[in-house]
C-alpha cells in the first residue's frame, strides 16, 4: 500500500505570494490533517478534513484555508505569504475504522518564503 | 488552553535506558499518542495509550496515568539509530481523534 504522498516537496516562494501544497493520502482513508512544524513551535495542527468537510481548526489565521476532493486528496493554500510561514508543512492520513486514529505523515512540503 | 511539555533535550549511552516524560493539560482526551522523527524526515508512529498503564512493544514501552496528565516513553537496549526526536501528542482536542496536540518534542542523543 502507497503510503501518504505531499507534493512538491521542496518550494521558494516571495513574500506575498500564495501557495497551494497537495496531499494524497493512502488509499481508504478519508481523514485528512495538516501540521506546520518548525524549530520554534515544534508541530502544530491546522485542520483536518474528512468526507471533504473540514471537522476542525487550529489556531492559524484565515489565510491558512484547505480543502477535500471527492477521492479524499487535499490541497493546502497560504496566501500573502510572511516570513514567518516559512515551515515544513505535513500532512497525515487517518482511517476511522481502526481502533484508534493512528496517524500517517506524509514526507512532507519545505516551504521558504524570502 | 492546551499544553504539552517534555524535556528539550536528553542524552544516553548506546544499550541504557533512557525515559523520556510528557506531562499535558488539554481539554478533551480521546489518547496520547507518541512519534519518532528523524532529522530531515517524517514522524513515525511508536506507540498509543488510551488507558492507565504500560503499553509495551518491544524495545519500546509507553506509560499513562490521566489522572495525573502525565506520560512517559522507555526505551531500552538504546541503538544509535535511537538518535531522533520523540514526540508527545494529545488527541481528542476539539471532539475529534483526527487532530493532534504535539509537544515541541524531545531530541535524544545516543552515544556509543
Known amino acids: 500500500k502507497a503510503g501518504v504522498t505531499q507534493t512538491p516537496r521542496y518550494l521558494i516562494k516571495t513574500r506575498g505570494q500564495q501557495v497551494t501544497l497537495s496531499c494524497s493520502p493512502i488509499?481508504?482513508?478519508?481523514?485528512v490533517s495538516w501540521y506546520q512544524q518548525t524549530p520554534g513551535q515544534g508541530l502544530q495542527f491546522l485542520f483536518e478534513?474528512?468526507?471533504?468537510?473540514?471537522?476542525n481548526k487550529g489556531n492559524f489565521p484565515g489565510r491558512f484555508s484547505g480543502r477535500q476532493f471527492s477521492n479524499s486528496r487535499s490541497e493546502m493554500n497560504v496566501s500573502t505569504l510572511e516570513l514567518g510561514d516559512s515551515a515544513l508543512y505535513l500532512c497525515?492520513?487517518?482511517?476511522?475504522?481502526?481502533?484508534?486514529?493512528?496517524?500517517?505523515f506524509g514526507p512532507g512540503t519545505r516551504l521558504t518564503v524570502l | 488552553g492546551q499544553n504539552i511539555d517534555q524535556p528539550t533535550e536528553m542524552t544516553a549511552t548506546e544499550g541504557a535506558i533512557v525515559q523520556i516524560n510528557c506531562t499535558y493539560q488539554t481539554s478533551g482526551f480521546n489518547g496520547l499518542f507518541w512519534y519518532q522523527q528523524h532529522a530531515g524526515e517524517a514522524p513515525t508512529f511508536l506507540s498509543y495509550?488510551?488507558?492507565?498503564g504500560l503499553e509495551e512493544k518491544g524495545r519500546f514501552s509507553s506509560f499513562l496515568s490521566r489522572s495525573k496528565g502525565y506520560s512517559y516513553l522507555l526505551l531500552k537496549e538504546l541503538q544509535m539509530k535511537d538518535s531522533a526526536s520523540y514526540l508527545c501528542?494529545?488527541?481528542?482536542?476539539?471532539?475529534?481523534?483526527?487532530?493532534?496536540?504535539f509537544g515541541k518534542g524531545t531530541k535524544l542523543s545516543v552515544k556509543p
Open positions: 488509499s481508504g482513508h478519508r481523514s
Open positions: 478534513y474528512f468526507s471533504e468537510t473540514q471537522r
Open positions: 497525515a492520513s487517518s482511517s476511522p475504522s481502526g481502533s484508534y486514529n493512528e496517524q500517517f
Open positions: 495509550n488510551v488507558l492507565d
Open positions: 501528542a494529545v488527541s481528542g482536542y476539539g471532539g475529534s481523534q483526527g487532530n493532534l496536540i
